[in-house]
């Protein structure tokens, strides 16, 4: 079973907004932060944004800044992205992740544990 379940995805329009969610699914754990990364075909996976919920920071790759905003609910395991004036280059499959242990590792996938299937984000001109 999928830890993690997002939604949201879709098809929009060059300018337009999305907002992401996640959701633990079943299994019960405590994550110290969740955080999101993005993937085109034949690419790395690249970081996106991420939270920890005990010192309330936030964190965003420099491309996203201004545009994408990450919050959350710790107690559920629940996080979201808000997307804004997306563009074509946003086109990607989301992924959502959880951070069961501290680490300063948060802008790698590999200091995430759980992960999400995707959901995958067009942006049309």
């Known amino acids: 079973q999928v830890p993690l379940v997002e939604s949201g995805g879709g098809l929009v329009q060059a300018g337009g907004s999305l907002r992401l969610s996640c959701a633990a699914s079943?299994?019960?754990?405590?994550?110290?932060?969740m955080g999101w990364f993005r993937q085109a075909p034949g690419k790395e996976r690249e970081f996106v944004a991420a939270i920890r919920w005990s010192v309330g920071s936030t964190y965003y790759a420099d491309c996203m800044k201004g545009r994408f905003t990450i919050s959350g609910d710790g107690r559920r395991n629940a996080v979201y992205l808000q997307k804004n004036l997306l563009n074509p280059m946003d086109t990607d499959v989301y992924y959502c992740?959880?951070?069961?242990?501290?680490?300063?590792?948060?802008?790698?996938?590999?200091?995430?544990?759980?992960w999400g299937q995707g959901t995958q984000v067009t942006v049309v001109s």
């Open positions: 992740a959880a951070e069961l242990q501290a680490s300063s590792r948060q802008e790698f996938p590999a200091g995430y544990d759980l």
């Open positions: 079943g299994r019960t754990f405590s994550s110290y932060g």
